[in-house]
């Protein structure tokens, strides 16, 4: 595997994709310049394995996925990857995706909401009580995407219907269960106690090793340890962006850029969606051609 010095980690909705139609074909210029230099561009998301694995096929990307805001980084088994799993909870699906576990099972999710209807009544609903139909028209997505959305392994999308104070209630005790709710674009996530950073720092740090590992002498500045450029537009990116070393926020229809940490080389774009990825890569490309 080439030694990388950058690695690109992109939220879809809102930031790859635009918000409102799903189209990337904005960002193509960009995506090209990076497949060029060999810089991995990890498709780093809410969406589901399913949605991302067609997603990527689409756009033409091979790399490392992380799916469902953080609860699982995802690798395809026919791409020999050296990465050190040892002591990671490892999962194969379809024989062709190994799995490695940052969050927890949508089943431990689901029965949470059980017991908190029960107690509290009609306060949320989520992806598990709609139709595909009901899903589709909530997203804007076609019956068939609405599929691949709705097949959640390890979060659970919600609306939420009571007032305030219940949600505060609501989150409170999803803390005290070791899940965590974060607020994307549409909906909010209820999720394991993990997010876009932290199977990413994982990956980071495989980078590093396989650069090592391609001087043969592993003392040699502990190998290069790969920059990361971070996309997003909405809260849920937060924390992805401040580990980035140049975050950048996107511009969105709907919302305000995410408040991240200060940090000098942070990019707000004009543009929206694929545009402002473009503009935002386009800025960067001479940096990256300086230290590749």
Same mark, same amino acid.
């Given at each position: 595997m080439k030694v990388t010095s950058f690695i690109v980690s992109t939220d879809l909705d809102g930031t790859l994709l635009d918000h409102h139609t799903y189209d990337w074909q904005a960002a193509i210029p960009a995506i090209e310049v990076l497949q060029q230099q060999q810089?991995?561009?990890?498709?780093?998301?809410?969406?589901?394995?399913?949605?991302?694995?067609?997603?990527q096929k689409k756009i033409g990307i091979q790399a490392p996925l992380i799916v469902e805001n953080g609860s699982a980084l995802v690798l395809p088994t026919n791409i020999p990857t050296p990465f050190d799993t040892s002591d990671k909870k490892i999962g194969i699906i379809d024989d062709k995706w190994q799995v490695i576990t940052f969050g927890c099972s949508r089943k431990e999710i689901l029965s949470f909401i059980s017991e908190q209807r029960k107690e509290y009544g009609n306060i949320l609903a989520g992806f598990n009580d709609w139709s595909l139909e009901e899903i589709a028209k909530r997203t804007g997505l076609s019956i068939e995407q609405a599929e691949e959305s709705s097949k959640k392994l390890f979060s659970e999308p919600f609306i939420w219907l009571a007032d305030n104070n219940a949600f505060l209630l609501f989150e409170e005790n999803a803390k005290r269960a070791n899940l965590q709710i974060l607020q994307g674009g549409r909906f909010y996530h209820l999720q394991g106690k993990t997010d876009k950073a932290t199977p990413l720092l994982w990956l980071k740090e495989q980078y590093q090793k396989i650069n090592r590992g391609t001087f043969g002498n592993e003392n040699i500045n502990d190998g290069i340890i790969p920059k990361l450029i971070c996309l997003g537009d909405n809260?849920?990116? !937060? /924390?992805?962006?401040? !580990? /980035?070393?140049?975050?950048?926020c996107i511009k969105s229809p709907t919302s305000d850029y995410p408040n991240i940490d200060s940090n000098k080389n942070t990019i707000y774009t004009e543009a929206y969606g694929p545009s402002g990825w473009t503009e935002a890569i386009t800025k960067l490309t001479a940096q990256i051609q300086q230290k590749i």
């Open positions: 810089i991995p561009i990890i498709l780093n998301t809410s969406k589901t394995l399913q949605e991302s694995i067609t997603l809260k849920n990116d !937060i /924390a992805m962006l401040n !580990i /980035a070393d140049f975050p950048v």
